[in-house]
């Protein structure tokens, strides 16, 4: 198989300043990060911060961390998810009761 099936666009875990965004970017397209973060700058100061800071925080929130290196961020995702997991397979196992009376649990001894 080609190399280019195998690539995903991940945060880096090991080449980043703040959440790895260009790092992962650079690594992906295979440019060097500081060159990525220089132009960022640039265009963010140019075009009035607020859509810079927020399209950064955007691809934080839309790249996933690198599986080999996870970085708090994706480790606290995947503690979300398996508790998630965890509560929803709790609530499949229990059963609710209906039409229940008070003269039902007496009878079965259970008061």
Avoid: C, W
């Amino acid at each position: 198989m080609r190399e280019s099936q195998h690539k995903r666009l991940t945060r880096s875990g090991s080449d980043k300043m703040i959440a790895g965004v260009f790092g992962g970017i650079g690594q992906y397209f295979k440019i060097q990060p500081n060159i990525l973060r220089i132009l960022y700058v640039l265009i963010t100061i140019f075009t009035g911060f607020v859509p810079g800071i927020i399209i950064y925080i955007i691809l934080v929130i839309i790249m996933p961390a690198d599986p080999q290196n996870p970085d708090l961020l994706g480790m606290l995702k995947s503690f979300s998810e398996a508790q998630t997991k965890s509560h929803q397979s709790q609530q499949r196992s229990r059963r609710t009761l209906t039409d229940v009376e008070e003269k039902d649990i007496k009878r079965n001894g259970r008061s």
